[in-house]
């Protein structure tokens, strides 16, 4: 074959592959290819909306200690006492608060007492 046979040739092949291609694209969607939003990380909403809710029970004195664990998908308060009433008015409260974020996973929340004992636990809402 001489060389202008094969560019002929070429020309040939490269405009059915670009026939094709406009063939194929025909139907093709421009907003497929718009950026997405992004999907929100919903473990981390929770995590922060439970964290808020540490700090403020936290501060109020209620508790001493919180600990928010992706882990287990658990809110775990420790009260500064051995009082288990107050480990199961904190527990019940907490779990059957509506928060302003709403929660994706379920959570479980853990009332320990001062000297680590569980004193209440019960799934949020």
Not at 61 to 87: C, E, H, M, P, Q
Request: with cysteine; net charge neutral; proline share 5%.
């Amino acid at each position: 074959m001489t060389m202008t046979k094969n560019l002929k040739i070429g020309i040939a092949l490269a405009t059915l592959v670009g026939v094709a291609a406009l063939l194929n694209n025909r139907d093709h969607d421009p907003e497929a290819d718009k950026p997405h939003a992004p999907v929100p990380n919903y473990s981390a909403l929770d995590r922060e909306t439970l964290t808020d809710v540490g700090s403020d029970v936290l501060a109020r004195g209620i508790v001493v200690k919180y600990d928010v664990s992706g882990w287990s998908d658990s809110f775990n308060l420790t009260l500064g006492s051995r009082d288990n009433t107050s480990a199961t008015t904190l527990a019940n409260a907490i779990c059957g608060q509506s928060f302003a974020r709403p929660l994706h996973y379920g959570w479980t929340v853990r009332v320990y007492l001062v000297d680590g004992t569980l004193a209440a636990q019960c799934p949020m809402r």
